[in-house]
């Protein structure tokens, strides 16, 4: 931020040289209007943020983040660019002149009070203080901007100076700017992972006095006593113990007739489950409460409170709400808002009580910063009206807050998304079924980094052939059914089923000894075989289907529903594999995804596949009576055959039986799933939450609040002993 304005002076300094070859009137006109397009571009930029930012908490469209990535990063440069040159044009006029006022350039008087808006600008909207998680982590960095840019806005101010009602006004707008600029340094600092993890951990806990238990203990024991250490029943420890409930019994749950965002809240704030964003851990107590109320829900009320949490980690992480939501954050909004509307006033009644020798079209633009900050606070505060977070604040004063039914009614009848509940598809197959070369792929073989322009093509291709799907209530069911069932279930250590990919599921239905080779490879490798396989029986059956239609309608719709479902996360778990694999554990997946579509694509030309039908027969009707490791060996990464061989064993069983298989290859999904998200740290969990949110995301905190995790490390509370005696 510092080198900003140094090179908005050597970029002024060149742009002198290049408009040059422009004629004088042209360049008078630039002067002119250069720096009012500036700051009406950079209330424009406020404007779309503020109106987008926190839309795509729920839209997963790429379009929309590739919108609001760019206006994210022009905002800071234009309205530092301008800033850069309203110090240059103030230092050259109070260097050429006394008077500020430059008919070149404009107003300068009045422009050098656009400076504070400029700082606001720089705040940012409410509703989007990072893009990402990186801009967190450099937090330093903008704290030095904050530095930088009020220097500079003090600075023009300074040289502006001429004690009229324009000037006056200037203050408490920059008292307004910096209070903006502080609020987004701030809220990314304490987002920033380290301040975030510190935040959240508990206070210092030595446990019981060892040392003095034990001077208790001889000294007793010299005396001539009999003495023992008696363990008496065990309380909550300190951190544990958020209801002030030590000793009890049982543990606590919330209250049934809570509504589900104090439910959610309970869970995120008062248990601490945030702090599984930063990968800590926590006590018996969080556990076994969140056990005890999850297992007695049905799958909406359990996804509800996960997407309410969820949306509560995505404010902390990206907007301003761990400020705005406190007594002074709204203390400063209030005053932020007094002030802009009482400068606004001020401005338009000295402006019409008294002659002026402002430009119109600097009156104008004056006026519409002034009305446009107004308008921006006034969103702002409807969003926060309508927030989760304030909604909560209300149900928690309803007696002290008598507008409380007026606001309720508002909020249930402007109830909005919280996540994109979407997920996306992506299929190996019909990628290399609708893989062509094209003459840009053959021109740039001639270019020297033709490698690199291969790979970024490819990737363009796949994201093509991304389709999106609203994940359905039945997806949910199932999969919330499936960890319930596992959580419930007395005789599995779910430390066990925390680490399997499938195995669990193989042994429930007796299979595990067929099909033990498919989970027992590499995590990625696994994968690609059930993916493959799942695509190609699900194919397979639909041609079936087709060619005899003799099942009974009952049957064909169990059939369906388990098929579909696992269709669904069969193609999911590939787009995570392809396009998030940062979300996986560490392996080859890229290199054994390309292999395979490699020798896809070479089988399906040398046979001509004329469609994508006969694309999926000729594949069905491949023989693998030997494994294919054993003729390939293990140069090629390609496992197209092993899943043709696992589809083999699938069909066959599915002969007898397809209901009793497609329910199979579900829970092997839905267990893969678990796997994944158990192993992807918290906070790549927090990095998708700004892409609409995964549906991976949810599952993993599903598990977690089910005690199905490596998150929960303490088994139990403090030792309670006494002295015994006798």
């Known amino acids: 931020m510092a080198l900003n304005i140094l090179n908005n002076f050597i970029t002024v300094d060149d742009k002198r040289r290049l408009v040059e070859v422009f004629p004088d009137p042209v360049r008078k006109q630039w002067n002119k209007w250069e720096l009012r397009g500036l700051v009406l571009l950079s209330l424009t930029l406020q404007t779309s943020l503020i109106y987008s930012g926190h839309r795509r908490k729920y839209i997963a469209k790429r379009r929309i983040r590739i919108f609001i990535w760019c206006a994210y990063l022009l905002a800071d440069w234009i309205a530092t660019v301008a800033l850069g040159l309203l110090v240059d044009r103030q230092g050259n006029s109070a260097s050429s002149s006394s008077n500020n006022s430059n008919k070149d350039y404009g107003d300068l008087t009045l422009m050098a009070f656009w400076a504070p808006f400029l700082l606001l600008h720089l705040g940012g909207p409410d509703t ?176 509800e409170v996960i997407e309410i949490e969820l949306g509560f980690a995505y404010d902390v992480f990206y907007t301003k709400a761990p400020i705005i939501y406190t007594p002074f954050g709204l203390f400063f909004r209030l005053a932020t808002s007094f002030i802009t509307l009482s400068v606004l006033l001020t401005f338009v009644a000295s402006m019409n009580m008294r002659p002026h020798k402002h430009q119109p079209e600097d009156v104008v633009i004056t006026c519409i910063l002034l009305i446009g900050a107004i308008l ?80 970024l093509w490819e990737k363009w291709e796949s994201m093509l052939q991304l389709k999106h799907l609203t994940t359905t209530p039945e997806l949910k069911s199932f999969i919330f059914n499936h960890f319930k069932e596992k959580s419930t279930d007395t005789e599995l250590d779910l430390k066990i089923l925390n680490t399997c990919r499938g195995a669990v599921s193989l042994r429930t239905h007796k299979s595990y000894g067929t099909f033990k080779w498919t989970v027992d490879v590499e995590f990625d490798h696994s994968i690609l075989i059930w993916h493959i396989a799942t695509d190609l029986c699900f194919n397979l059956d639909k041609i079936k289907r087709v060619k005899d239609d003799s099942d009974g309608e009952e049957f064909k719709q169990e059939w369906n529903h388990y098929m579909i479902l696992s269709k669904q996360l069969a193609d999911y778990m590939l787009y995570i594999l392809v396009m998030c694999p940062f979300m996986l554990p560490i392996g080859i997946g890229m290199i054994r995804f390309r292999d395979t579509c490699a020798e896809a694509m070479v089988f399906f030309k040398e046979r001509n596949s004329t469609s994508k039908l006969e694309a999926y027969e000729m594949l069905g009707q491949v023989s693998t009576k ?101």
């Not at 158990?678 to 609409?692: I, N, P, T, V, Y």
């Not at 993993?700 to 609040?705: E, F, G, K």
Request: proline fraction near 3%; glycine fraction near 6%.
């Open 128 to 303: 989007i203080t990072a893009y990402a998680l990186a801009d967190n982590e450099l937090w330093l960095r903008h704290l030095l901007g904050l530095v930088v840019q009020t220097a500079a806005a003090v600075y023009i101010t300074l040289l502006a100076w001429d004690g009229s009602v324009v000037s006056v006004l200037t203050v408490p707008m920059l008292v307004c700017g910096i209070i903006k600029y502080g609020e987004r340094s701030w809220v990314l600092m304490s987002a920033n992972r380290e301040q975030f993890r510190d935040s959240v951990l508990a206070d210092q806990d030595p446990g019981p006095n060892y040392a003095r238990f034990m001077e208790e203990f001889c000294l007793k024991e010299a005396e001539g006593y009999y003495v023992a250490a008696v363990q008496v029943d065990e309380g909550n420890s300190p951190e544990d113990d958020v209801e002030n409930t030590a000793g009890a019994a049982a543990p606590s749950v919330p209250n049934p007739d809570a509504s589900t965002l104090d439910i959610a809240d309970y869970f995120f704030e008062t248990l601490k489950f945030k702090r599984l964003f930063v990968d800590l851990i926590l006590g018996f107590h969080p556990r076994d409460v969140s056990q005890s109320f999850f297992e007695k829900q049905e799958y909406n009320t359990a996804f």
């Open 376 to 455: 921006l606070e006034a969103y702002a505060a409807i969003s926060l009206l309508f927030s989760d977070w304030a909604n909560l604040w209300l149900s928690h004063r309803s007696s002290k807050f008598p507008f409380k039914r007026l606001v309720s009614s508002l909020q249930s009848s402007q109830k909005g998304k919280r996540w994109s509940n979407s997920m996306y598809q992506y299929s190996l197959i019909d990628f290399c079924l609708n893989h062509k070369s094209s003459v840009f792929q053959k021109i740039s073989k001639a270019i020297p980094l033709h490698k690199r322009i291969k790979n």
């Open 626 to 726: 030997v494994f294919p490791a054993t003729v390939k060996g293990d140069r090629s990464k390609s496992v197209l055959f092993e899943a043709c061989k696992l589809a083999a064993s699938l069909s066959e069983m599915g002969d007898s039986d397809p209901g009793k298989m497609w329910k199979m290859v579900g829970d092997v999904w839905v267990e893969i799933l678990g796997y994944a998200a158990s192993q992807c740290r918290g906070f790549d969990h927090a990095q998708q939450l700004e892409k609409g949110g995964e549906l991976l995301t949810h599952v993993w905190l599903l598990m977690a609040h089910l005690g199905i995790t490596e998150h929960f490390k303490i088994e139990e509370g403090h030792g309670r002993v006494k002295l015994a005696v006798t």
